[in-house]
């Protein structure tokens, strides 16, 4: 069974930066894009980015280009997430994803497209 552990969130002020490990196990990821998502209090949780299996393309959407940075070792089977300037509203919980291929790469940022979700790791942004 694929397992992902996510690890290194906490509290941070605002404008400074985290960086959120996943770490998998299980099964090999070499048909598995990963992702990162999160879901604040009150609202749906939302994609924020993902890389591919294997020539690492990286999507983002919108509101994550600029802050923030996907990436993976496969050697490790480790996804990471390097979080800059971080403000109030990036307070959510933080989930990794294994996602199988899908027809468009965007889409891999949607909930509905996850194969396997790691627990979470809850990132409060605060002063």
């Known amino acids: 069974q694929l397992q992902l552990v996510e690890s290194g969130g906490g509290l941070v002020q605002p404008g400074g930066s985290l960086k959120l490990s996943c770490a998998t196990s299980?099964?090999?990821?070499?048909?598995?894009?990963l992702g990162w998502f999160r879901q604040a209090p009150g609202k749906e949780r939302e994609g924020l980015a993902c890389?591919?299996?294997?020539?690492?393309?990286?999507y983002y959407v919108d509101s994550a280009k600029g802050r923030f940075t996907i990436s993976r070792d496969d050697a490790r089977g480790t996804v990471y997430l390097q979080m800059n300037d971080l403000k109030p509203e990036d307070t959510a919980v933080y989930y990794c994803a294994a996602v199988p291929p899908q027809m468009l790469f965007s889409l891999c940022v949607l909930p509905g497209s996850v194969e396997a979700w790691g627990q979470g790791t809850q990132v409060t942004v605060s002063s």
């Open positions: 890389v591919s299996a294997n020539l690492h393309r990286t």
């Open positions: 299980g099964v090999p990821l070499d048909q598995y894009a």
